[in-house]
Nanobody, 124 residues
Framework: VQLQASGGGLVQAGGSLRLSCAASGRTFSSYTMGWFRQPPGKEREFVGAIRWSGSTYYADSVKGRFTISRDGAKSTVYLQMNSLKPEDTAVYYC???????????????????WGQGTLVTVSS
């Protein structure tokens, strides 16, 4: 599976941005797709994930502001980010895995495939 993330940029606090992650190579629909981010000088952290069933999971820090969705026809996963805060500034990565269990979805080491990352900068 090859993943291509896009959509990052500079936005003011309170604004919105939508990231995309286009997948190719294998059966996309059966994979769990995750979003992670790495703020400057910090560890990579879980943002959210979507299962093949459509169930979504979010980190507490983004719950209610971020929404993950997937378009099977386009083999693309989206991360809609609203009410952005300066602390959301980070490089955002999408990841995919065919067999990850729910309890491991927030662990970046459990994902087999990664996109290249896209930078989101939120100004105050």
């Amino acid at each position: 599976v090859q993943l291509q993330a896009s959509g990052g940029g500079l936005v003011q606090a309170g604004g919105s941005l939508r990231l995309s992650c286009a997948a190719s190579g294998r059966t996309f629909s059966s994979y769990t797709m995750g979003w992670f981010r790495q703020p400057p000088g910090k560890e990579r952290e879980f943002v959210g994930a979507i299962r093949w069933s459509g169930s979504t999971y979010y980190a507490d820090s983004v719950k209610g502001r971020f929404t993950i969705s997937r378009d099977g026809a386009k083999s693309t996963v989206y991360l809609q980010m609203n009410s952005l805060k300066p602390e959301d500034t980070a490089v955002y990565y999408c990841a995919a895995d065919p067999q990850i269990i729910v309890s491991a979805m927030n662990k970046w080491s459990q994902y087999d495939y990664w996109g290249q990352g896209t930078l989101v900068t939120v100004s105050s």
